[in-house]
């Protein structure tokens, strides 16, 4: 059967050239890098960075506080940006990562805590937004 409702179009985030530079700046440093996400706290690159090292930690719980906070954020941002629930969030365009990882880091921080049907959601919504996405984050 042929779809005949055209394809939504991708949705491209803004850059944030500033919240990008201080994120850049605080390297590796847990406290920098909540420095940058209280500054910022819009910048789901920032809630990203701190869900995945919260998860290398092994603290699901705190991932999962973090992943949803820059999920949410993004989700906000996405739709103040024309998406309507559905449609691609291409991984290439830079400013869309942030939310991309968030939403990744949210599916393990989910499946590590045992919220098994949101992790499989998330899951889902990361290769439904751009299969290249899980591609760049399986690795």
């Not at 944030?16 to 700046?25: G, P």
């Not at 941002?77 to 880091?105: D, K, M, S, T």
């Amino acid at each position: 059967m042929q779809n005949l409702l055209p394809e939504a179009p991708p949705t491209l985030l803004p850059a944030d050239d500033e919240a990008a530079a201080a994120l850049t700046a605080a390297g590796t440093s847990d406290t920098e890098i909540k420095r940058v996400a209280a500054r910022f706290p819009t910048y789901s690159a920032a809630w990203a960075a701190l869900a995945e090292a919260a998860l290398t930690a092994d603290e699901p719980v705190t991932a999962y506080a973090y992943a949803r906070t820059g999920y949410h954020r993004g989700l906000d941002q996405l739709r103040r940006n024309g998406w309507r629930g559905h449609g691609p969030v291409p991984w290439a365009h830079g400013p869309n990562q942030g939310f991309l990882r968030c939403l990744n880091a949210l599916a393990r921080a989910a499946d590590a805590i045992g919220e098994t049907e949101e992790a499989e959601r998330c899951s889902q919504f990361l290769a439904d937004s751009d299969p290249e996405a899980v591609k760049a984050l399986a690795s």
